[in-house]
């Protein structure tokens, strides 16, 4: 199976920044395109950010768009997202997920998760 794991999360003020980190361990990370999701209580998971499997593409979630970039390094098989100027609304989990083939913003198309990463913004 392909492993996910996570890294990065933590409180922040609102108008601070984090950096977030997925570690895969997956031979052909190359053949997976990968998002972000993230669930607050009490709220469905939602998508957050997706980067096709040569990061030559990307998509983001309205409400993020502007200030999180997603980004990754295939030597490394890993990916991030940097979060800017963070709102309390952004507070929630935080999952990496990834997908065969081409990029996507529905969750149910993921085939593989992360344990995810509480990001935490106060006010």
């Known amino acids: 199976q392909v492993q996910l794991v996570e890294s990065g999360g933590g409180l922040v003020q609102a108008g601070g920044s984090l950096r977030l980190s997925c570690a895969a361990s997956?031979?052909?990370?190359?053949?997976?395109?990968m998002g972000w999701f993230r669930q607050a209580p009490g709220k469905e998971r939602e998508f957050v950010a997706v980067?096709?499997?040569?990061?030559?593409?990307?998509y983001y979630a309205d409400s993020v768009k502007g200030r999180f970039t997603i980004s990754r390094d295939n030597a490394k098989n890993t990916v991030y997202l940097q979060m800017n100027s963070l709102k309390p609304e952004d507070t929630a989990v935080y999952y990496c997920?990834?997908?065969?083939?081409?990029?996507?913003?529905?969750?149910?198309?993921?085939?593989?998760w992360g344990q995810g990463t509480q990001v935490t913004v106060s006010s």
């Open positions: 997956a031979r052909t990370f190359s053949n997976y395109a």
């Open positions: 997920a990834g997908k065969g083939g081409g990029i996507s913003w529905t969750r149910r198309s993921y085939d593989y």
């Open positions: 980067i096709s499997r040569t990061g030559g593409s990307t």
